[in-house]
């Protein structure tokens, strides 16, 4: 009678997801060369450029998805905490050892290779956070899970805060998806959203004017309900606390580096600085636009070709693709993201698993935050804070992890009849 370890290996891989993994792949190597081409060394193949260096990462990124594939599925549960502890140590290794670059300390290099450890620590937290949230007993709705589940996901972010990496960290604020599916009150995420709607505000208005239209509020609250002691509670805790998110907020933006503010006022509106931290966004923008329905035609962008737009094969990538394929073709792009993360989300959907299932929102929820916060300061929907759009942006960090975190689910998923603790 056969068993588990004798089986094929690739028994029941989601080959669709795969599929659509492959086809970003490609489509992201190809936008790369459009967005750094070079006349004088047109071979894609050429590893001298970007586009050459892109293929080998590539390559490395397909031998390393057979290896997960190859892996015991058990592997993963049970080396979860390890991972997790193996990722927080390197990331404060790079505090002690870490290369700076381009304002922040968050690369180690090898010679000339240079690797990010915080775009590694992305899968690791999620690993950690699966196993946690996976154990007997645990329930959400528990104060010490929400404890322990806060711990997983803000110690990496700390860390990545101290290496100037905040674009990075806000990623793990993501995972506020993955606890509301395992039982996290909506009240959490209405109370999120009001924290980003009273933290902007704070930022365009002055404080001492917010904080007594608080106050108004809260008489006209006190006011029209019922006059009981637990309501007058809540409304004066209600005060006290949107009171300190203000006060909080000044205090956190007076800290910030200059460009962090530039950019912040830039996306608010209140600075025109289309000639400095502006520009990238004010370029990619006319990149996109030039591009009408139709776009110009691969290799024909102009803002492309002739390097208008800063970081046009990394963090603005998608600009490459608005201009050369237009709407048309960026709704496509889009759409295929979209395809992707809600497959991974009916695959979570169908595990018995609890570890698998968390972990694949995990998965979809990461996915997610990169998509909607890459194309959104692409298009001035969001501000600049420097993060990938998975498997196009230039880079083998960014490649190899996302690679990583997706080809550890599907592993989960084809033996998703099982149930991993």
Known sequence: MPTRSTSRLFAN???????????????????????????????????????????????TAFVIAILILIIDSEFYTAFSFPVYAISILSLLLVLVVGKEVKGSKSWIYFGNTGVQPAEFAKFAANLALAKFLSRMNIKMTDLSTKIYSSIIIILPMLIIILQHETGVALVYAAYIFVLYREGLSGNFLLLGVSAIILFIVSLLFNKYYVIAAL????????????????NI????????????????????????????KTRINVFLGKEMDKNKTGYNVNQAKIAIGSGGFWGKGYLEGTQTKFDFVPEQDTDFIFCTVGEEWGFLGSTAIIGLFITLIIRIIFMAER??????????????????????????????????????????????????????????????????LQVFR
């Open 351 to 416: 595990q018995r698993s609890p570890f698998s299932r968390i972990y694949g929102y995990g998965v979809a929820s990461i996915f997610f935050f990169h998509l909607m916060i890459n194309v959104g300061m692409t298009i001035g929907l969001a501000p600049v804070i420097g993060i990938p759009l998975p498997f196009f942006s230039y880079g083998g960090s960014s490649l190899w992890s996302f690679t990583i975190l997706l080809f550890i689910f599907i592993k989960l998923d084809s033996h998703r």
């Open 215 to 230: 106050a108004v509020l809260a008489i006209i609250a006190f006011l029209l309900v019922k006059k009981k002691r637990n």
């Open 233 to 260: 509670l809540v409304i004066v805790a209600s005060l006290i606390i949107t009171s300190g998110i203000v006060l909080g907020t000044d205090f956190a933006f007076r800290k910030l580096e200059g460009y962090q």
């Open 13 to 59: 891989v989601d080959w669709i997801t795969v599929g659509i993994y492959l086809a970003l792949i490609l489509m992201g190597w190809g936008n790369i060369y459009a967005a750094v081409y070079n006349e004088d060394h047109a071979n894609i193949f050429d590893i001298s450029q970007k586009y050459g260096k892109q293929m080998l990462w590539i390559g």
